[in-house]
């Protein structure tokens, strides 16, 4: 009895989470659009910083004679997206 009340439950709950939700309105699209946008830059940046601590890491235990890590590119300024006109 317990595994079908069980089984119950997980279904009207599994039910409940893939019903549709409605379509976002514009301001909460633009929002989530901006912080889109900020989460990828802010990727780009720590993978710049990544960069350029494994270049210093590099250079402290670098050989004689052995070539120099390659260059780290800076990303641009963060811009925030256009929103598209309608």
Avoid at 25 to 46: H, N, W
Avoid at 48 to 64: E, G, H, I, P, T
């Amino acid at each position: 009895m317990k595994k079908i009340i069980a089984f119950t439950f997980c279904a009207f709950t599994s039910a409940s989470i893939f019903a549709a939700l409605p379509p976002l309105t514009p301001e909460a699209q633009e929002a989530a659009t901006l912080a889109k946008a900020k989460s990828a830059y802010g990727d780009r940046m720590g993978a710049y910083q990544l960069c350029q601590a494994q270049n210093r890491v590099a250079d402290r235990f670098k050989m004689s004679g052995a070539a120099a890590p390659a260059a780290c590119t800076a990303p641009p300024p963060f811009v925030a997206p256009v929103a598209a006109a309608k």
